[in-house]
């Protein structure tokens, strides 16, 4: 039978011993809330914040220091934060021909697909134990190219073992909007490319 990445999830955190390290790439604070809060019972977490896709810088900084808020009301010093390099001339470059794409189409899978290769280069580098993202939380976002993209990923890179994920599953979107009301981040009102802005 054929398991839905949701399903692939479970099996994964009822396989694991101990307390391995994740590597997981956040995009912004309100996407965090919940999957932070639900995988810390079981990994010891490091933060990848790279998102050079966000446009512009100014839009970047609020949605880190959002990410940072929330580490603050979240109180856990186990839980470390890595800025990576913003550059969104570089990033946008890739995605350039596809500017005519509608939302969510083509231009977004590619996105998708540089995020997460530089999620899993950089655990793989570091050896973390696990890496994943939380991208899959929003509504905006499709879960299944982002977990086809980890899976892909893992087989060229298996040192360290894509987590899949869907957190918008076992009511996790219910749970992230209660979670974040009253919290006060900063909720954008766009993806973060400029197309997506535009």
Known sequence: MNKTYYQRHLAQLKAIKGRPSLLIHICCGVCSVYPLEYLRKYFDITIY???????????YELRLNALRKYLQILKDPS??????????ESYMQDLEELKDEKEGGKRCYRCYGKRLLETC????????????SVMSISNRKNADWINEIGEKLYEEYPQSIYLYADFKKGDGI?????????????????????????
């Open 49 to 59: 914040f790279t998102n050079s896709n966000i446009y512009p810088f100014e839009e």
């Open 79 to 88: 839980i470390k934060l890595i800025d990576a390099k913003y550059d969104n």
């Open 121 to 132: 280069l950089y655990a793989n580098k570091h050896h973390y134990d696990y890496w994943t």
């Open 174 to 198: 219910i749970r992230n909007d209660e979670m974040n009301h009253g919290l006060g981040l900063y909720h954008q009102n766009y993806c973060g490319c400029v197309y997506s802005k535009r």
